[in-house]
């Protein structure tokens, strides 16, 4: 048996009979740089363990084995999520969460999650907002989309919208889809002040305190002049 590992078509490792190698030959000098004492081959199993993972590493992963009789592959797709981005919005606010990615509008789709649930989605040339009822509900006509850099802003957010944001981006390889990168954001939305039904109160308070002020005074002059009559 030979077994050939392949990062988006570059090979990166491989075991031929009782010899294993990573990154050796020149077809392999990109993968060399890319990989560079990260790679761990089992040669037993055939494994291969990517240490230290970054964003850098997210792509298709091909194993080719070749048998005497037939050859077999088997495909990974592999997502490193970056780390989370934290943002802090008032209330009433907008807030553009930016995935700082370039983006290839011909092969990439880009989809954005709010816990889980389908908010936003640009493929291609074409893009869409929020289409089921669910999102309708919560961030109706409050949702826009750069379709050039894939960010997404939320226009007069609420206490509701804190949360984690999440991106997807899926890259085209080899006429399928792959996972390439996720892009997380956690977003909290500070109080910016009283609601409206906490401030309509305090005014109701405010102007029952004035008339029993303005009661009292009355009710003051009112006496003092009938003192000075006697």
């Given at each position: 048996?030979?077994?050939s590992?392949y990062?988006?078509?570059?090979?990166?490792?491989?075991i031929?009979?009782?010899?294993?190698?990573?990154?050796?030959?020149?077809?392999?000098?990109?993968?060399?740089?890319?990989?560079r004492?990260?790679?761990?081959l089992?040669h037993?199993?055939?494994?291969?363990?990517?240490?230290?993972?970054?964003?850098?590493?997210?792509?298709?992963?091909?194993?080719?084995?070749?048998?005497s009789?037939?050859?077999?592959?088997?495909?990974?797709?592999?997502?490193?999520?970056?780390?989370?981005?934290?943002?802090?919005?008032?209330?009433?606010?907008?807030?553009?969460l930016?995935?700082?990615?370039?983006?290839?509008?011909?092969?990439?789709?880009?989809?954005?999650?709010?816990?889980?649930?389908?908010?936003?989605?640009?493929?291609?040339?074409?893009s869409?907002?929020?289409?089921?009822d669910?999102?309708?509900?919560?961030?109706?006509?409050?949702?826009?989309?750069?379709?050039?850099?894939?960010?997404?802003?939320?226009?007069n957010?609420?206490?509701?919208?804190?949360?984690?944001?999440?991106?997807?981006i899926?890259?085209?390889?080899?006429?399928?889809?792959?996972?390439?990168?996720?892009?997380?954001?956690?977003?909290?939305?500070?109080?910016?002040?009283?609601?409206?039904?906490?401030?309509?109160?305090?005014c109701?308070?405010?102007?029952?305190?004035?008339?029993?002020?303005?009661?009292?005074?009355?009710?003051?002059?009112?006496?003092?002049?009938?003192?000075?009559?006697?």
């Amino acid at each position: 048996e030979e077994i050939s590992w392949y990062f988006d078509g570059t090979r990166i490792a491989q075991i031929t009979g009782d010899q294993s190698y990573i990154c050796t030959d020149v077809q392999c000098n990109e993968g060399t740089e890319r990989f560079r004492d990260r790679l761990k081959l089992d040669h037993q199993t055939g494994s291969l363990t990517i240490m230290n993972i970054n964003t850098t590493d997210s792509g298709l992963y091909k194993l080719v084995i070749l048998h005497s009789s037939s050859d077999s592959v088997l495909i990974f797709t592999v997502a490193v999520q970056d780390e989370i981005k934290r943002k802090s919005v008032k209330e009433g606010e907008s807030v553009t969460l930016d995935p700082d990615v370039r983006k290839n509008l011909k092969n990439d789709l880009m989809t954005w999650y709010f816990t889980d649930t389908l908010i936003a989605e640009i493929s291609g040339d074409q893009s869409k907002i929020c289409t089921d009822d669910q999102c309708d509900e919560r961030f109706r006509d409050r949702l826009k989309l750069d379709h050039q850099t894939g960010s997404l802003t939320i226009m007069n957010i609420r206490t509701t919208d804190s949360g984690l944001y999440k991106l997807q981006i899926n890259s085209t390889h080899l006429r399928r889809h792959s996972i390439s990168s996720i892009k997380s954001f956690d977003v909290s939305v500070i109080n910016s002040g009283l609601s409206s039904a906490a401030v309509a109160r305090i005014c109701a308070a405010v102007v029952s305190v004035l008339l029993l002020v303005a009661i009292s005074l009355v009710l003051w002059c009112l006496t003092e002049r009938r003192k000075g009559e006697y």
